[in-house]
């Protein structure tokens, strides 16, 4: 009985001699709420992606952007021989010209027998011919703005600019080429609007749809981001039954391009979980565990269960630890103290 009291004693002033020399930094594991999430995979693509057609025939004279080129919003992606389109003009141009000429005339006229007719000098049909002219001439004119309108319309369809700023993904055209009505020219796409496509499954919708918060998760050690706004669409496909959804993501959002792989994590709601720093771990073969470090200072090495990691750099444990446990967050050094003299549980 007196030896084992005494290589008890021992044990602990072995124990708390090595915590001093360490010094070893510790934390307690907290039992607190994390989020319970239905967790389903998500690809992300672009809100802004469009392909540019031919507006209008012509010859292809200027190509400035070829694919994986950053083009900024509004600049000449490529222009058509334009001869056509500027004698339109021209000629819609004159239009408004001679329209003008004949308005100008028109309310000459009017106001000359207008006044001859406050004189009683000029007649009723003859002051009704004059107004129905004027009339009639600010008629043209509107006709003749209005042709003009789109002869400058059509003129300016023969330079294609882009319409957000955002890469090349493809180009369907060469110069030289003839470009026709409808025919695809560019397609584009914009990196700073994204969103994450996902489908629900008919089991996880109703849940899905409750959701407060929508997390993008894009790896172990990045911060999630949340969704600035979910669409969930109001019906099923008719091959998987699932529900497509939408989740946008914050503007200009770091880490992520088109065609990624994520996660999405609709939030549910939360439950009590116990959780420690994830950089306590260590992993020993097919064993992840952490060191404990005991009351007396003795470190022993315990395996562990994890579950979900948390954007704040804690870890799920699902089993091996208990509340109020000191787990040390140097697992270097915790290991080789650990070989000196630890002892195992």
Do not use: C
């Not at 894009?218 to 949340?226: A, K, Y």
């Amino acid at each position: 009985m007196k030896t084992g009291i005494f290589l008890l004693l021992v044990s602990w002033v072995i124990g708390d001699a090595l915590a001093g020399e360490s010094a070893l930094p510790t934390v307690p594991v907290v039992n607190r709420a994390v989020p319970s999430e239905i967790v389903l995979d998500g690809t992300v693509e672009a809100i802004n992606q469009a392909t540019l057609t031919a507006r209008t025939s012509g010859e292809i004279t200027e190509v400035n952007f070829d694919v994986n080129q950053f083009v900024k919003q509004d600049q000449v992606l490529l222009r058509l021989k334009a001869v056509h389109t500027q004698s339109g003009v021209a000629q819609a141009r004159a239009g408004e010209q001679e329209a003008a000429a004949y308005l100008q005339q028109a309310e000459s006229e009017y106001s000359r027998v207008k006044r001859l007719f406050d004189k009683q000098m000029a007649t009723g049909s003859a002051m009704d011919q004059a107004q129905a002219a004027l009339v009639s001439a600010r008629a043209r004119v509107s006709s003749a703005k209005a042709v003009g309108a789109s002869a400058e319309d059509t003129a300016g369809d023969t330079v294609v600019r882009a319409p957000y700023s955002g890469f090349v993904i493809k180009r369907y055209v060469q110069v030289g080429e003839t470009a026709q009505v409808g025919q695809p020219l560019f397609t584009g796409i914009s990196l700073d609007k994204l969103r994450v496509r996902v489908d629900i499954p008919q089991n996880q919708e109703d849940a899905a749809r409750q959701a407060k918060t929508v997390r993008v998760l894009l790896g172990e050690g990045i911060p999630s981001l949340v969704g600035s706004a979910v669409t969930i669409f109001p019906y099923a496909d008719e091959t998987s039954r699932s529900f497509r959804a939408r989740v946008d993501l914050p503007e200009k959002a770091a880490g992520v391009k088109p065609g990624m792989l994520v996660k999405v994590a609709f939030v549910t709601g939360a439950e009590n979980r116990l959780v420690a720093p994830v950089v306590s771990l260590v992993q020993r073969g097919e064993v992840t565990g952490v060191y404990v470090l005991g009351d007396h200072g003795g470190l022993r090495f315990r395996s562990v269960l994890t579950g979900k990691l948390q954007d704040d750099g804690k870890i799920e444990v699902l089993s091996g630890l208990s509340v109020g446990e000191k787990v040390v967050l140097d697992p270097v050094r915790a290991g080789q103290q650990y070989r000196s003299g630890g002892e195992k549980l």
